[in-house]
C-alpha cells in the first residue's frame, strides 16, 4: 500500500518537475477557453450583450444576442427565439458544439433573431442592485427556479420584446428552461400570450420517477442538506472556475487518459452512455459550465422527487403558514400554462422520466406537439450537444416553428 502512495507520489513529482511545457495543452480544439461572445466572433457571426436588465427583485441579467446568421443576413422584424438554459449550464450551451450543430447558430442561420437568457446567479447575470453575490451570499443566493421562472423570465422577455418591437416570442427551454417557464406561465399568466410556441426540450415538471442515482441519494436528505450548506454557509454551487476548465483542458482533452472519467461525469448527470456524446468537445464545453446555480435550485428539485408534486418551495412548516398560509406549498397551477407547448423528451433521459413527462403532458392544457426521441440512449445533454441532435431532434424543433 506504501509503495503504491510512495510511487504515486514520485511520479506525479516527477510529472510536474518537468516543466508544464505546451505538451498539455496541445491537440485542444480551439474554442477551448473561449466565453459565449468570443466564441459566436470566431465564427464571425454578429454577437450583442445586452446587461443590466432589471429583474422586479433586483437582480441584474445579461443577456447575448444573434441578430441574424450568415446564411440569412439582417432584415427588419425577424421573428425572434428566446432561447433559455438549464441548470449550471448558461448561454455558452447553445452555441459550444460551432455553428454546424448548434441551435443557437442554426437557429440564426435559419432567419430568426436569436436571444439567450442568463439565469440569475450564472456567469453573466451575478449581479444584483444591492447585494453582492460574494460579500452578501446568503441574500444574494436565496432563490431556487421559482424565482427565475417569476422575475427573471418575465424580465428578459419584456426586455426582447420592448427592443425588438414585437408582440411575441418563440421559446426555447432545456431541463430547468422549462420548469421556470412552467412557474412563469402559471404565476404571471399574461405572459402565456406573448409566446407563440414554447418548445420544451427534456421537459421537468413532475421528478417523481426520475432516475439519476446522485439526486435521489441526495434527495432522501434533503432537509438535512439544506441545514448543513447553511452551516458550512455553502449558498452557490457549482460556479464557473478557472480550475475546472484547466480541469477539463487537461484530463478530459482528446489522448488524456481520464477523458472517459470525465464522459462519465458527464453521463452521471444527463443518463449513461448516450453514444451521442462527441468526447472532443468536452474541454470546450467546461470552459463556461457548470456556470453556477443557487443550492436551493438543487433542494427545490429534490423536494419534488420526494414529494411527487410540481409545487413552490417548502421553507417547512412555520415558513410555509407565513409565507403561503398553508402547511405544505401551495401546487403550481397547471390550468393556467395557457401558451402551446411542444414536448421533446427521451427514454435515457436520467432526470426528466417519460413518465413523468407523460403524467404532466396530460394535464397541460395547450399541448401541441409530443415527441419521444427515436433513439433509446439519448439523454439529458443530448438535446445541446449529441452527435446527431438535428436530425433526432432540432428538425422537428424547426418544423414546429415554421408552423406556429
Ligand atoms: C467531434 O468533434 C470534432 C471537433 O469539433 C469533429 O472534428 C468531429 O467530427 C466530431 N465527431 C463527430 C462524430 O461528430
Not at 443577456?63 to 425572434?80: C, D, T
Not at 453514444?275 to 427545490?300: C, D, K, S, Y
Not at 427521451?346 to 394535464?363: G, H, P, R
Request: proline residues 5%; aromatic residues 14%.
Amino acid at each position: 500500500m506504501l509503495a503504491v502512495i510512495l510511487l504515486l507520489i514520485i511520479s506525479t513529482s516527477c510529472a510536474f518537475a518537468q516543466p508544464i511545457d505546451q505538451d498539455l495543452f496541445d491537440d485542444l480544439h480551439p474554442d477551448v477557453g473561449l466565453n459565449v461572445v468570443e466564441l459566436i466572433q470566431r465564427y464571425k457571426y454578429p454577437v450583442e450583450s445586452h446587461g443590466n436588465i432589471k429583474t422586479e427583485d433586483g437582480y441584474l441579467l445579461e443577456m447575448q444576442r444573434i441578430p441574424y446568421g450568415l446564411k440569412s443576413g439582417p432584415a427588419e422584424n425577424k421573428p425572434v427565439v428566446f432561447l433559455m438554459h438549464g441548470i449550471i449550464c448558461s448561454a455558452a450551451d447553445w452555441v459550444n458544439m460551432g455553428p454546424e450543430k448548434s441551435l443557437a447558430f442554426l437557429l440564426a442561420d435559419l432567419g430568426y433573431d436569436v436571444w439567450m437568457g442568463n439565469a440569475r446567479g450564472t456567469t453573466w447575470s451575478r449581479k444584483h442592485i444591492s447585494l453582492d453575490p460574494v460579500e452578501d451570499k446568503a441574500d444574494f443566493w436565496e432563490f431556487s427556479w421559482n424565482e427565475i421562472g417569476e422575475y427573471d423570465l418575465p424580465a428578459m422577455i419584456d426586455y426582447v420584446l420592448s427592443y425588438t418591437r414585437q408582440e411575441n416570442l418563440y421559446y426555447i427551454g432545456h431541463s430547468q428552461g422549462t420548469t421556470s417557464f412552467y412557474v412563469m406561465c402559471s404565476e404571471k399568466p399574461a405572459y402565456n400570450n406573448k409566446i407563440r410556441v414554447m418548445v420544451a426540450l427534456a421537459p421537468i415538471a413532475y421528478m417523481e420517477n426520475m432516475e439519476n442515482p446522485l439526486l435521489r441519494f441526495l434527495a432522501a436528505f434533503d432537509d438535512t442538506l439544506e441545514f448543513l450548506a447553511k452551516l458550512i454557509g455553502i449558498h452557490e454551487f457549482l460556479p464557473n472556475t478557472e480550475f475546472l476548465g484547466s480541469i477539463g483542458k487537461v484530463f478530459c482533452k482528446d489522448g488524456a487518459i481520464f477523458q472517459e472519467v470525465c464522459a462519465g461525469v458527464i453521463f452521471l448527470i444527463g443518463g449513461f452512455d448516450s453514444e451521442q456524446l462527441n468526447r472532443t468537445m468536452i474541454p470546450v464545453i467546461m470552459t463556461n459550465t457548470p456556470a453556477g446555480a443557487a443550492t436551493r435550485q438543487f433542494l427545490h428539485y429534490a423536494q419534488e422527487i420526494n414529494s411527487g408534486e410540481f409545487r413552490k418551495y417548502d421553507f417547512g412548516l412555520i415558513q410555509n403558514l407565513i409565507k403561503y398560509g398553508s402547511v405544505s406549498p401551495p401546487s403550481y397551477n397547471i390550468d393556467k400554462i395557457t401558451a402551446k407547448v411542444a414536448l421533446f423528451y427521451a427514454k435515457n433521459d436520467w432526470l426528466a422520466a417519460t413518465v413523468d413527462v407523460d403524467k404532466f403532458a396530460k394535464q397541460l392544457p395547450n399541448m401541441v406537439y409530443q415527441y419521444l426521441i427515436p433513439f433509446d440512449k439519448f439523454n439529458h445533454l443530448d438535446f445541446l450537444w449529441a452527435i446527431d441532435v438535428i436530425p433526432l431532434a432540432y428538425n422537428y424543433v424547426f418544423d414546429l416553428l415554421r408552423q406556429y
